[in-house]
């Protein structure tokens, strides 16, 4: 329907961000276990991912496990993990053939040892990756992802490694007009080409972030799509990029 060429030729996001909602409730609507969904929506990632990385999307941010996440079921969770498992070995995989260099975004001192020892091992294997990247942010949430920026700043600034005013530098511009100050190298996006998502897409009905890539989506033009995450079909997909393209971006100038 749309094709990369196409696309080239419009304004095209570099980075796309994605809140994967609504596994549980097509679950329901179908009268299936609520695993299912998220089994189902794991395959429609893959799906998209393929998609993004057809049209020539350098970066992909999939937001799996939120830190709020933790007061589900134990039953849930666990499920989920071992679903995340199958998730990473699947993405390695491909990652690998198609030279994308993998992330994981979030905390990693609460993560079931398998899981983790799966996202370090496939961080480290894709580091050499450039053509791509793929975010995978497990037991991620904005405001931590702050917090912990600003520990780890405290914690260079009483080393002498650097002075509160450091923080301010700018260093580079997004899109040659946002600012890109020092505070990001502390983020877990800091060593990307891409860090700010361009796009930042929601499934099933909700209009809000919920403290997703606070910092990162700032400028992040968004789009609300209807439809849960199991029916978010690289068909609908590029119906929201084919929307992005017709925006345009003035980052509070003219």
């Known amino acids: 329907m749309f094709d990369k060429i196409q696309f080239m ?17 097509w679950a329901k609507e179908k009268g299936l276990p609520l695993f299912e969904g998220h089994r189902k929506g794991a395959a429609i990632f893959v799906d998209v991912a393929r998609a993004a990385r057809n049209l020539g999307i350098h ?19 666990n499920n989920l993990m071992k679903l995340y498992e199958k998730m990473v070995d699947k993405n390695l995989k491909e990652a690998k053939k198609e030279k994308t260099r993998i992330y994981h ?27 791509y990247v793929l975010n995978l942010a497990i037991d991620y949430g904005g405001q931590d992802e ?18 509160p005013q450091d923080i301010y530098q700018e260093v580079k511009q997004y899109q040659n007009k946002y600012p890109y100050y020092r505070f990001k190298n502390y983020l877990d996006t800091k060593s990307q080409p891409y860090p700010y998502p361009d796009l930042l897409i929601r ?7 919920s403290g997703y890539l606070l910092w990162q989506a700032a400028y992040s033009e968004l789009y609300f799509e209807s439809k849960h995450f199991p029916d978010f079909t690289p068909t609908v997909f590029k119906k929201a990029l084919q929307e ?11």
């Open 9 to 25: 030729s419009q304004n095209f996001p570099k980075h796309v961000a994605i809140i994967p909602d609504g596994n549980r409730r």
């Open 244 to 254: 992005y393209s017709k925006r345009k971006r003035r980052f509070g100038g003219n």
């Open 105 to 131: 975004l979030g905390r990693k001192d609460r993560l079931p040892l398998p899981l983790l020892k799966k996202l370090v091992r496939a961080e480290k294997e894709t580091k050499g990756n450039q053509q």
């Open 146 to 163: 702050i917090i912990r920026a600003v520990l780890a700043i405290i914690k260079d600034v009483e080393h002498n490694k650097i002075s």
């Open 59 to 77: 970066t992909l941010t999939i937001w799996g496990f939120s830190t709020e996440n933790w007061s589900r079921s134990k039953k849930e969770i």
């Open 203 to 209: 499934t099933s009905g909700e209009k809000r972030i």
